[in-house]
């Protein structure tokens, strides 16, 4: 019986702590002044260089809120300088 009160006051413990990160989450928005520009990419033949732009402008996008697959490549390639801005 004693272990089954304690379950029960932990699950009502635990709802409490999922709302309250559900509404510290909700309130964390960023602003669009908020998120910071990537780092431009000079067109270094490494794969990992090419796979760390490409995150970070995908983070850029989810934190401005951009979605439009368009608008991603014409921003992406303001971004481009050296070999990489010659190519484009």
Do not use: H, Q
């Amino acid at each position: 019986m004693a272990v089954s009160t304690i379950i029960e006051e932990l699950e009502g413990e635990l709802a409490l702590c999922r709302g309250t990160i559900g509404k510290r989450v909700s309130n964390a928005a960023l602003s669009s002044e908020d998120v910071p520009k990537s780092k431009e990419f000079v067109g270094t033949m490494s794969a990992c260089n090419v796979d760390n732009f490409l995150w970070r402008m995908e983070n850029y996008f989810r934190a401005k809120g951009i979605m439009d697959g368009a608008i991603k490549v014409n921003i992406a390639s303001m971004f481009l300088t050296g070999i990489a801005f010659l190519w484009w």
